[in-house]
C-alpha cells in the first residue's frame, strides 16, 4: 500500500497556534466598517483569523494586532490584503489532520482525538458558520520612494513621510458630504489615503481627523489640501490619493 503524502507548507514563515483578539477596519463606498475577530495561527508576514464575516479575496484592510478593547483609540494599524477566505471549522479541522501527520508523538494524537470527540458532543459542528480568514501583511514602501510605478524616480515632498494609518473625513471643498477613509503615509506638508471615490489633480480637499487629538498635523479643524497624485491600487478599484496641505 502507498503511503500518503502531505504537501510542505509553502508559507515563507513559519506559523504559531495562537489566539489572540484582533480589530479589523475597512472602507468601502458607503462608509467604514469595524469587525473584532480572533487569531487562530499568526507568522511574521501574516494572520490566520476567525471572523463572523466573509471578506472577499484581494481586499485591503487596516489590521489592529493585537487589539485592546480597554485601551483608548490609536493601536497601530497595520494595512493587510485578504489572501483567502473559507469556513473556520474546515480550516482547524485541515491543520488538525495535518499536525495530526506530522506529529510522532502518540500522546498529542490522543489528546487531538480527544478534542474531536469533545467538538462532536459539545454540538459544534452545528454551529453557526463563520469564517477563518487569511491576511497578508502588506510591506510598507522605502522612504525613498514617492509611492509611485518608478522607484528610480527623486522623492519629491518637502519633508520626510512615514507609513502611518489613521482614519480621516474627506470632502471635495464646497460639498458637505465627507467620505470616511484611511491614510497610507502622512509626512508635515502631505498624505497618502485610500479612497473609493473618484479625484481629480488639482482637485482641493478638506481634510478632518477623526481623533483630533492624535492628528500628526499640527492645527485644528479641517485642513485645505491639494490633490497632486492619483493612483489606482492593483487589484483593487480604490484609489491611492496624494494630497499637498496647502494651509
Known sequence: MGSTVTPADSREHRRVRMRLPVRMRWTNPFGQKIE??????????????????????????WVTFPYDALLS??????LARVA?????LEVIRSTNAREKVQSASALEQERYQ???QLARVLGISDAPATFAVALHLQEQAHASSNGTSNRHEPERRGSARRALAVPVRVHPEGIPWFEEAMTVDISAQGMRFR????YALGDLLKIA???PASAPW??????LSE??????????IALDVGVCRLE
Open 36 to 61: 473584532l475577530g480572533e487569531t487562530i495561527d499568526v507568522s511574521r508576514s501574516g494572520l490566520l483569523v476567525s471572523t463572523k464575516e466573509f471578506h472577499t479575496p484581494g481586499i485591503t484592510l
Open 195 to 198: 479612497s473609493h471615490r473618484e
Open 84 to 88: 483567502r477566505c473559507n469556513e473556520v
Open 209 to 211: 481627523f477623526q481623533d
Open 218 to 223: 499640527h492645527g485644528t479643524g479641517k485642513f
Open 227 to 236: 490633490i497632486v497624485r492619483v493612483a489606482a491600487v492593483p487589484g483593487s
Open 114 to 116: 480527544k478534542l474531536d
Open 73 to 78: 483609540d490609536g493601536q497601530p494599524e497595520i
